[in-house]
């Protein structure tokens, strides 16, 4: 009886190397602090010294290792069935300027401590178990969404790596990979690294970048879906420089007026959008009258700007664009100005996976972790995933203080107990 019942008792889930995850952050950071906070640029030397620490510390703990020609590592516990779909576990490695410590990297260190306690324990899994740490995911450095996980998902237009730039260097994106001693033509060349059918799950850890968790006391989340956006970062209008006594109201073709009026009315449509149900957020992030030819007796004739709009509903998206592409046509027309948007990128809206939320749900209550279910209003590389087809599941972790600054503390308990929720949900698999 005794033996029949050891038979059916689970595989016990080895703890997380949270000590492997810790000493990691720390050599992260010091390799990567700026005076403020830490800052790992795209394609910079920051990103590289990060890709650089993990993989040795990957190598070091049983790991195999690999790059694609994008610059993306992989980091793998192999599996009986080598040619089985693998479990992805990804996340970026790259940073904000004066950022936190934490965000991206906590994903793909919280991967690496549970899949180095899987072979510490001497657990073999059914299919590859791979760590991703993924490139370039933070878009102040380039004006495209997620150059990493689209490389690596052979998503990436040729034209991309030659024509955007970074915003601090004015290089392109293939310039930067050269300087890295990646081969850009190779990631638009060669068959992508990765396919989505050979993707059994993508997971995804992340420290939560919003007060909601914080505020409710709970140290884990799950994510239900994920927030499609439009994003509009060259954005300008063009008025006429005038004298600012000299030149009466009806006759001026005052750019600043204009973009006040579309900040406004844009604000005006959220609020009814919100009021109706909807979910919506819209940003003008940046806003900025010409350095040289602005001042303060002259009627402003240019301004820069951007705008960010964010939806888990694809149909508020395009409702929304449909809208400020209307409102810009009166303004223009009414106060004699251009405003030219540029060029928008657009990621849809995505839904996580019900069968992966469930097992990370069930993980929880087994380990007794109270956890949140929560939308993201941030995009994660886990969205290009799940709009490939592949089953893609996010943890957050409770973090204080809001991320992309220097100011994230995420607590190395609640670390742990979001890694032991992945590790878990591995073991419950059948991995």
């Known amino acids: 009886m005794a033996t029949s019942l050891q038979h059916h008792e689970k595989p016990r889930v080895p703890r997380p190397d949270v000590a492997l995850a810790a000493s990691l952050f720390d050599a992260l950071r010091d390799a990567t602090e700026d005076g403020e906070g830490v800052t790992r640029e795209s394609y910079g030397p920051g990103e590289n010294a990060a890709h650089m620490i993990v993989r040795d510390a990957a190598a070091a703990a049983g790991l195999e290792t690999d790059v694609d020609p994008a610059g993306n590592l992989y980091m793998t516990l192999a599996g009986r069935d080598r040619s089985a779909p693998r479990i992805l576990i990804g996340s970026h490695l790259d940073s904000v300027r004066c950022g936190g410590n934490y965000d991206g990297a906590a994903g793909v260190l919280a991967g690496l401590a549970a899949v180095s306690s899987l072979f510490q324990a001497g ?39 030659t024509t955007v730039r970074r915003t601090d260097s004015g290089r392109t994106i293939a310039e930067h990979m050269h300087d890295c001693g990646l081969d850009s033509e190779a990631v638009t060349v060669q068959t992508p690294y990765l396919r989505p059918d050979a993707i059994a799950a993508y997971y995804e850890i992340h420290i939560e970048q919003g007060p909601a968790m914080e505020s409710e006391g709970i140290p884990v989340g799950i994510v239900s879906g994920i927030r499609g956006n439009f994003r509009c970062r060259e954005a300008s209008c063009a008025g006429e420089y005038g004298h600012c006594g000299t030149v009466p109201r009806a006759l001026r073709r005052d750019s600043v007026a204009a973009v006040a009026e579309l900040v406004s009315r844009t604000d005006d449509l959220w609020a009814t959008l919100e009021e109706e149900g909807q979910d919506l957020a819209v940003t003008f992030g940046v806003i900025s009258t010409d350095d040289v ?139």
């Open 123 to 161: 657990h073999v899994p059914d299919q590859d178990i791979t760590v991703m740490g993924i490139r370039a995911e933070e878009s102040m450095w380039f004006s495209a969404n997620y150059i990493g996980s689209r490389a690596a998902l052979g998503l990436l237009a040729p034209d991309e790596l």
């Open 293 to 431: 030819h602005s001042a303060a007796s002259k009627v402003a004739g240019d301004v820069r700007f951007t705008i960010d709009v964010r939806s888990r509903s694809a149909e508020t998206l395009a409702a929304v664009r449909e809208q400020l592409d209307a409102t810009i046509a009166e303004i223009e027309e009414r106060r004699g100005v251009r405003i030219d948007l540029g060029p928008c990128s657009e990621t849809a809206p995505a839904d996580m996976d019900l069968g992966l939320r469930k097992r990370l749900l069930r993980s929880a209550s087994e380990l007794d972790i109270p956890v949140l279910e929560m939308p993201s209003g941030a995009g994660h590389d886990a969205l290009v995933f799940a709009g490939c087809g592949v089953p893609a599941a996010m943890l957050f972790i409770r973090n204080a203080h809001g991320s992309h600054n220097p100011r994230e503390a995420m607590e190395m308990e609640d670390f742990a107990k979001a890694s032991s929720i992945l590790t878990a949900s591995l073991m419950a698999a059948g991995s």
